[in-house]
């Protein structure tokens, strides 16, 4: 903890007034139905699929219903203190304690329970999974990833030994695998709702967020006991702020979407409040007590004033932003520096300070007269509460901060600036600060607690307790020697108490859940009276009973789960009559549910099985180019990776206890069309095309994506397939001719073509929202996959990084073949990232010497527009053909350390097989006559060209003299029909469903 941040704490800790703190703004009807819409329409847009019975039931009579609800809120505060629950509330199955079923058959107790329940249905479980199924089935559940092919090998030698002990001896070397964690924080990430972007429309990226999900890999991997890993998360401050894991586990509660810019200081700070214990309820203790914010519960037992008693416990916190988190010694380090440089910060910070008055000026007046008025009181004459609400306008303040200009600051005062720039070299003499991350983490602004109040009439106060129905005592709180309140610490002693049925039910079943793809209680979030009842009452018990008997330690809950018969069953038995009469949904498990891959499964399965899966321990998240996990790419919450969107992952606005299963006509395209996939087969093409005979190399694809050897009858297929893909010709122009005019080819730049690829990079171009590129190219052949055959990009390119790229589609395409197309990567009208290819179809010849051109106009208004032209240069008669296409990018900006690419993309791919003689950039567009073959006369006229290309002579001078530099050169990766043919198996392997579900 910093100087600073410790007397802030100790001066709000002084004098904390208590008197006036009531809201200023009654609560009247309109203020009442904001607060109903905002919590109906956030409900509605993250329904659980389980919920539709309910919302179909309900919709009709929620909306009429909000305010009337909400007005009897207010006459009836007292209500609650005095609530008679019904005999059917109190004998509410998930509150009760914990039964001991008693296990009357050897063998694993799971077993005895699921086989009593089929027995009762005269049914039986399937026929022993075998070695292949077991261990593909055993590395996706615990690792997410597939097994190698020795390690498969092994374990079927294994096998055939002894069944059993291989099992066991499997289980443990995957659960010591650094992998286990990487692949289960990512289920506890989308329950805590994790992302690194704030969400609303700025969507602002959080850069030490992944300091949390590190945390939770970690503990994973080390088998934290569970009832630890709960305290550190909601009280790691209040139990000790010294240690790094306890401090970075209470980002937990900050994980929530936040509007950085807002001024309604009041309303934001509700709304995260309100957040932060919904999240609670349902993570923890499996309660969907939302309902409860604005009246009793309609179905569960739970009041208002339980809602209310749970926030107090949570309502005095507080997310430092300008401090810096660290291992003790880097902490040690980095207060060495500030006590060393205290002096020099000081002068810098006043200095600074006056200059900057007008620009706080200019923040806090934006926000209402009462919240301006605590911000300039005195700090230790402000209340927690009042100084939450300063701490919002502390962070809009931060934010301009960083991003002034203090050079031009102290401009107009040459001795001032004198002054600050020996200032600033002082400080740099006096050794280089440690470099530490931003500490991403909750604690209290003071041992004083916030008052919470029941929203109302009369507005009740109310302190911390459990909910009335338990008739549990008050929690004794006390203040802790760190400064903070001790409630959290009491909320987190009673969630982790062995006693407490509703936590150890919870994380049970949600284990149970992430290993048969369904919980034991279908609805992992909500175990009220909306919820699902337990398929398996006695077995639930009994297994977070044991569970806690173990020392709460989930690797051991593993072991139990996975070595049973019921989770060793095929999944590949066939239902009968009799199983779709009496359980056609297999809630009694008769076989092993069949589960399609996650999103992040299959995105880790196809780089792993490429071969191009890169190992990464920690740090800071990667673009979703990367080839590393995908728990570690930038998860943002308004535009996430493609791939994963498509395949079902949550985007991180709510808990996801579940995730939906769709199958989409979008996510078939995805498979088909994207580069990416194409990109994974192409490169377990090469992986298995080094293999002496194609039956060999059959056998390597099948067992690296299936996890099995192919039948006889899949070698067979595979090999006609393979014979017909390589009697399909190349798609070439013909260049059996000689050269005519050898000068020609000398005036023209040589870009990839035979056995090399020549890609250059430049600089970055601020072309606003209106150009225009000109270009006379020849283009000799077109891929044989669906590579774009790219002239000009600008950015590193990807589907979520702002750029653009210029160039004609190829054979397998999702348009047609020698498309002319423009693809932009910006925002909408919206403020959404947005990907669209802008396809003329115009179809264009090879071998030909081509003009071609493109005007791009972006519109804030919706009306943004493409005009593409080209035509044939070596045909006297050819027109100039033209097409205009509307499109939805408004603005696009991109990074200027990205560049520009010319002949190819950044990544060395997608390059252009051909040459090209002349290339222009003009800004603003033209639109009328090609502006390449008609040179304007006027000064003024030729400044719109921002580049202008022309290989006349000596191309490679012309590139260097305009700041390009090759970027890539050497043996091209030159395709032939054997590669081609493989990419395509491997292609259709890595998208078939054999390889997409676990069956």
């Known amino acids: 903890m910093s100087p600073s941040f410790a007397l802030l704490r100790k001066k709000t800790k002084m004098k904390l007034l208590f008197k006036g703190e009531r809201l200023q703004n009654k609560f009247g009807y309109s203020r009442i139905f904001k607060l109903h819409s905002v919590f109906f329409f956030n409900y509605l847009s993250h329904v659980h699929t389980h919920s539709c019975k309910v919302l179909l039931f309900s919709l009709a009579g929620l909306i009429s219903t909000f305010v009337i609800h909400s007005v009897r809120a207010m006459e009836t ?48 479980l399937a026929e022993e999974a075998g070695p292949y199924e077991f261990i593909r089935r055993a590395n996706y559940d615990l690792l997410g990833l597939p097994p190698g092919p020795d390690e498969i090998d092994a374990f079927v030698q294994s096998w055939e030994k002894d069944p059993a002990t291989s099992k066991m001896e499997l289980i443990d070397r995957l659960l010591a695998d650094r992998a286990y964690g990487e692949r289960w924080a990512t289920h506890w990430l989308d329950v805590v709702r994790f992302s690194e972007s704030d969400g609303y429309r700025a969507d602002g990226f959080r850069p030490s967020a992944h300091l949390y999900r590190d945390y939770v890999a970690r503990s994973l991997n080390e088998d934290k006991p569970y009832d630890q890993f709960v305290r550190e998360q909601l009280a790691g401050d209040e139990i000790n702020p010294d240690d ?50 604005c009246h009793d519960h309609k179905f569960d037992p739970i009041l208002q004033k339980d809602y209310y008693s749970l926030q107090s416990f949570l309502s005095s916190v507080w997310w430092p932003e300008d401090e810096k988190l660290g291992k003790a010694s880097d902490m040690a380090k980095l207060r060495e520096w500030e ?36 911000f300039y009181k005195k700090a230790e004459d402000r209340s927690t509460y009042e100084q939450q609400l300063v701490e919002l306008i502390n962070r809009q303040i931060r934010t301009q901060k960083t991003r002034k200009k203090w050079d031009k600051k102290f401009e107009k005062d040459e001795e001032l600036k004198s002054k600050y720039e020996k200032l600033q070299l002082k400080l740099d003499s006096l050794g280089t600060k440690p470099s530490l991350p931003q500490a991403f983490i909750t604690t209290d602004l003071s041992d004083q607690p916030a008052r919470t109040f029941i929203p109302g009439k009369k507005r009740k106060e109310t302190s911390p307790a459990f909910l009335t129905l338990l008739g549990l005592p008050n929690p004794k709180v006390k203040p802790t020697q760190h400064g903070t309140t001790g409630r959290r610490l009491a909320l987190a002693n009673w969630i982790a108490s062995p006693d407490n049925p509703l936590s150890t039910r ?42 806690v008997e173990d020392g709460w330690k989930l690797k051991a809950l593993h072991r139990t789960i996975m070595l049973s018969e019921t989770y060793g069953q095929t999944a590949q038995r066939e239902p009968t009559d009799k199983e779709n009469t009496v359980d056609p949904e297999n809630h009694l498990l008769w076989r092993f549910p069949p589960q399609r891959l996650s999103a992040e499964q299959i995105r880790d399965a196809m780089l792993a099985t490429s071969g191009e899966l890169k190992p990464k321990s920690g740090g800071s998240s990667v673009d979703d180019n990367s080839p590393h996990r995908s728990v570690y790419l930038k998860k943002r919450r308004n535009s996430p990776d493609s791939i994963l969107a498509a ?95 050898m000068e020609e080819i000398r005036r023209r730049l040589a870009l990839s073509g035979g056995k090399t690829i020549r890609i250059f990079k430049g600089d970055n171009l601020d072309l606003g929202s209106s150009w225009t590129i000109e270009a006379i190219a020849r283009l000799d052949s077109i891929h044989p996959n669906a590579h774009v055959n790219t002239l000009l990009s600008q950015s590193a390119w990807s589907h979520q990084k702002q750029g653009w790229s210029f160039g004609i589609t190829s054979a397998k395409s999702a348009y047609e073949p020698r498309n002319f197309i423009m693809q932009l990567t910006g925002e909408n009208v919206g403020g959404d990232v947005i990907y669209r290819v802008i396809d003329s179809n115009l179809q264009l010849p090879l071998d030909t010497q081509l003009y071609l051109a493109c005007s791009i106009h972006l519109s804030t208004d919706g009306n943004s527009k493409a005009r593409f032209a080209w035509k044939n240069l070596d045909d006297p008669q050819s027109k100039l053909r033209e097409a205009n296409v509307e499109h939805e990018v408004a603005t696009l900006s991109s990074d200027p350390k990205d560049g520009q690419f010319l002949g190819g993309r950044s990544n060395g791919q997608h390059f252009w097989n051909g040459t090209l003689k002349r290339l222009r950039i003009s800004s603003p567009a033209i639109d009328k006559e090609p502006r390449i073959f008609n040179e304007p006369d006027s000064k003024e006229e030729k400044i719109s060209a921002q580049l202008d290309l022309n290989f006349s ?41 054999e390889f997409l579900y676990l069956h």
């Open 953 to 993: 002579s000596n191309p490679e001078q012309v590139l260097e003299k305009k700041g390009f530099r090759l970027l890539s050169s050497g043996a091209k990766d030159v395709s032939s029909p054997r590669l081609e043919a493989l990419t395509a198996l491997c292609h259709a392997v890595l998208t078939s469903n």
């Open 244 to 293: 790094f894991d306890h401090m970075v586990a209470t980002g937990f509660l900050r994980h929530g979407v936040y509007e950085w810019n807002q001024r309604n200081a009041r309303m934001q700070w509700e709304l995260i409040l309100n957040e932060m214990t919904n999240v609670t309820g349902e993570v923890f203790l499996g309660l969907g007590i939302g309902c409860a914010q």
């Open 77 to 124: 505060d007292e209500k609650s203190n005095s609530h008679q629950f019904s005999e059917e509330q109190k004998n509410w199955w998930a509150v009760q304690p914990l039964r001991s079923g008693k296990v009357d058959a050897p063998g694993n107790p799971i077993d005895f329970f699921v086989q009593r329940k089929l027995k009762g249905e005269t049914l039986n």
């Open 506 to 547: 919870v994380i049970v079943n949600r284990v149970w859940q992430k290993h048969f793809g369904k919980g034991l209680v279908g609805s992992a979030n909500d175990f009220g009276f909306l919820g699902e009842d337990p398929s398996h009452p006695e077995l639930l018990d009994w297994l977070a009973t044991s569970f």
């Open 647 to 741: 395949f079902d992952a949550p985007s991180g606005f709510s808990s996801a206890s579940e995730r939906l299963n769709t199958t989409t006509s979008t996510q078939a395209l995805l498979l088909r069309n994207n580069p990416w996939p194409h990109a994974r087969a192409r490169a377990m093409a090469k992986k298995f095309s080094t293999h002496r005979t194609l039956e060999s190399s059959i056998g390597g694809i099948f067992k690296a994506a299936y996890g099995r050897p192919p039948a006889q009858a899949e070698i067979e297929l595979a090999l006609s397939f393979l014979d017909q893909m390589m009697a399909k010709p190349i798609i070439q122009a013909k260049d059996d001719k000689p050269a005519k005019d």
């Open 339 to 374: 006590k060393k440089t205290i002096q020099v910060r000081d002068e810098i910070r006043k200095m600074e300070d006056e200059v900057f008055q007008g620009d706080i000026k200019n923040v806090v007046k934006q926000f209402p007269q009462d919240v301006k008025d605590m």
